[in-house]
Structures are given as structure tokens and as C-alpha cells.
């Protein structure tokens, strides 16, 4: 997400970081549906001047099977791509797993960690949580 210089900086010379607007779609949309979605709002986000010039931060998390399909919809635009969850390693025997080496290679530049879903129905706990930001930040993520 980008800000120019002018719009980071408040009338007392502090910075003062964008909104910052998220989306989790969870597994409510299948890739197609994810798809038209996804197009709309990448023009929305080219026809909206807060977005474009980066005082308002846009990211999405589509489902996993529609990673790669989000990266391609929003290429040029200023809306940021990510995943709903990692593991706290890179590599090994983690079935059905995802590390954030991978996320990031495939285009993610956020990540969610933490969320309330993750901790009642699989029961991650802060341990968990920490490792997972961990692994966001060394992969160049954002958790």
C-alpha cells in the first residue's frame, strides 16, 4: 500500500498511518463467483481517488483456491492480496498446510493471524498465534 509523503503526515508534522480496509471472504464464494467479485472490485478501486492514492489501504482474503485468481484480477491495482491463515513453518510435513514462504511467493503481501475462528474452532491458542506472526514477518508478510 502506498501513501505519498503528504497525505502520511497530519498538521502537527506526525505520521499518521491510511485507514486500512479489509475483506475476508472465507469460504462464501466459489472461484468463479470469486472472480466477477474480485473484477469489480479492482475498478471500484480504480475509480475511487482515496484508494488510488494510498490514503485508504484496501486488502482482500479470498479462499486459498482463489489466491491465484485474486493476484491476477488485482494486478495494478492499489487493493492488496492475502491469505486467511499460514503455519509456522516454511517447509516440512505439514499436510494441507501453507507457510509463508509459499504465500508470499504466490503474490500475498498480508496474512490473518489470530482470528477468533481459529482459536474456538481449532483451538490455537496465543502460542500458536505468535508463532504464526513469526512466520508472517520473516516471510515479509503482513499479519
Not at 498511518?17 to 472465507?26: A, D, E, Q
Not at 471500484?44 to 489501504?57: C, E, K, M, Y
Not at 492499489?78 to 516440512?92: I, K, M, P, R
Request: net charge negative; hydrophobic share 45%; glycine share 10%.
Amino acid at each position: 500500500m502506498t501513501t505519498s509523503s503528504q497525505d502520511a503526515v497530519t498538521d502537527d508534522g506526525l505520521f499518521a498511518p491510511p485507514v486500512l480496509l479489509g475483506v475476508n471472504l472465507k469460504l462464501y464464494m466459489d472461484t468463479a463467483e470469486s472472480r466477477e467479485w474480485l473484477r469489480a472490485v479492482a475498478q471500484i478501486s480504480r475509480d475511487t481517488p482515496a484508494l488510488r492514492s494510498g490514503r485508504v489501504g484496501l486488502f482482500v482474503l479470498p479462499s486459498l483456491p482463489s489466491l491465484a485468481v485474486a493476484v491476477d484480477a488485482l494486478s495494478g491495482t492499489a487493493v492488496e492480496v492475502g491469505a486467511q491463515d499460514l503455519h509456522w513453518t516454511d517447509h516440512g510435513a505439514v499436510t494441507g498446510g501453507v507457510s509463508g514462504a509459499d504465500l508470499a511467493d504466490a503474490g500475498c503481501r498480508v496474512v490473518a493471524v489470530g482470528h477468533a475462528e481459529r482459536t474456538s474452532v481449532f483451538g490455537e491458542d496465543d502460542t500458536i498465534a505468535a508463532r504464526k506472526v513469526s512466520a508472517a514477518v520473516r516471510n515479509h508478510l503482513i499479519p
